[in-house]
């Protein structure tokens, strides 16, 4: 019989934190998700929802308090919860740029910090970070996403190996584009520069068109239902075919890669 697992996932109301948070439940691992509002999903789902914005010291503090309440151990932890700022670079103000890594990376760093003693005092624990395509190349008009992406990149990186030596995992997962909510409820960069009034709706009308085509989020739900039974899982896992094939273009031939984005974006 599979091992049934306990499993936190910050962001489990909507997309694929809602797909995978589901698709655990359902293999019957005991999973808590979390929401800032979870009264408002509480009933439309099939696992446990805790109270939780990664933003606050003190409701990570609150919420992990309130998970070791209800269970002894924790298995694995999924930084999920993300949000993302779109706009030109120069258009975007510092306060919204700094809005943009305190969810995607300080949130994910504050959630980290406070399950780590559990994990050592189990000397056993599986991190597994929702990482990005945006955390390997550079997206246009989703400047400050992809620098969070990379910075958790980096992050997961070194944790890994401090770790390692306690039977703690890290994992990332780098999704290309899937269609879920965060195209929809993204921040909207407000300092409007004239001189980008050519390029900006060309480049936000692609990013949205290809949000609407991708695939559905349960392909990443598969996915992370298989890295959480896996006895010894990879530093990471790409998810779709952008995610794996344009990394690798980028790397091997990057002159072909780069003028394909320039297009891909309709700035060529
Ligand atoms: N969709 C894509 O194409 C794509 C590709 C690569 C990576 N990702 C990453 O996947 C992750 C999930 O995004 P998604 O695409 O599934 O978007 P989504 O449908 O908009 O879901 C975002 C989730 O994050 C939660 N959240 C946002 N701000 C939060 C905060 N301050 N504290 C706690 N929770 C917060 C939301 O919960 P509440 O609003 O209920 O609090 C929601 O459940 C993100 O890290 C994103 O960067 C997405």
Same mark, same amino acid.
């Given at each position: 019989?599979?091992?049934?697992?306990?499993?936190?996932?910050?962001?489990?109301?909507?997309? @694929?934190?809602?797909?995978?948070?589901?698709?655990?439940?359902?293999?019957?691992?005991?999973?808590?998700?979390?929401?800032?509002?979870?009264?408002?999903?509480?009933?439309?789902?099939?696992?446990?929802?805790?109270?939780?914005?990664?933003?606050?010291?003190?409701?990570?503090?609150?919420?992990?308090?309130?998970?070791?309440?209800?269970?002894?151990?924790?298995?694995?932890?999924?930084?999920?919860?993300?949000?993302?700022?779109?706009?030109?670079?120069?258009?975007?103000?510092?306060?919204?740029?700094?809005?943009?890594?305190?969810?995607?990376?300080?949130?994910?760093?504050?959630?980290?910090?406070?399950?780590?003693?559990?994990?050592?005092?189990?000397?056993?624990?599986?991190?597994?970070?929702?990482?990005?395509?945006?955390?390997?190349?550079?997206?246009? @008009?989703?400047?400050?996403?992809?620098?969070?992406?990379?910075?958790?990149?980096?992050?997961?990186?070194?944790?890994?190996?401090?770790?390692?030596?306690?039977?703690?995992?890290?994992?990332?997962?780098?999704?290309?584009? @899937?269609?879920?909510?965060?195209?929809?409820?993204?921040?909207?960069?407000?300092?409007?520069?004239?001189?980008?009034?050519?390029?900006?709706?060309?480049?936000?009308?692609?990013?949205?068109?290809?949000?609407?085509?991708?695939?559905?989020?349960?392909?990443?739900?598969?996915?992370?239902?298989?890295?959480?039974?896996?006895?010894?899982?990879?530093?990471?896992?790409?998810?779709?075919?952008?995610?794996?094939?344009?990394?690798?273009?980028?790397?091997?031939?990057?002159?072909?890669?780069?003028?394909?984005?320039?297009?891909?974006?309709?700035?060529?």
């Amino acid at each position: 019989m599979r091992e049934k697992k306990v499993v936190f996932i910050t962001g489990a109301s909507s997309g @694929f934190g809602l797909s995978i948070a589901n698709k655990l439940a359902s293999e019957g691992h005991k999973v808590y998700g979390t929401s800032r509002a979870p009264a408002k999903v509480k009933e439309r789902v099939n696992f446990d929802m805790l109270q939780l914005d990664v933003t606050s010291d003190e409701s990570v503090r609150d919420c992990i308090q309130s998970l070791l309440s209800r269970t002894e151990r924790i298995d694995a932890v999924i930084n999920n919860a993300g949000v993302a700022v779109v706009g030109a670079i120069e258009e975007t103000t510092l306060e919204q740029a700094k809005f943009q890594f305190e969810t995607n990376l300080w949130g994910c760093v504050r959630v980290t910090k406070a399950v780590l003693p559990v994990f050592r005092r189990q000397r056993k624990g599986h991190i597994i970070n929702i990482g990005s395509l945006a955390g390997l190349v550079g997206v246009p @008009f989703e400047g400050f996403y992809t620098a969070s992406k990379h910075a958790l990149e980096g992050y997961s990186k070194s944790l890994r190996y401090e770790l390692e030596t306690f039977n703690i995992r890290v994992t990332v997962i780098e999704p290309g584009f @899937f269609k879920t909510n965060i195209h929809h409820s993204f921040v909207s960069a407000t300092e409007r520069i004239s001189d980008y009034d050519g390029i900006r709706p060309k480049v936000l009308s692609a990013l949205l068109a290809s949000a609407e085509n991708a695939p559905p989020p349960e392909i990443v739900a598969e996915l992370v239902s298989k890295v959480i039974r896996t006895q010894n899982p990879k530093f990471s896992y790409r998810a779709g075919k952008d995610a794996r094939l344009f990394p690798i273009l980028n790397f091997f031939f990057p002159n072909i890669y780069n003028a394909g984005a320039k297009r891909k974006f309709r700035l060529a």
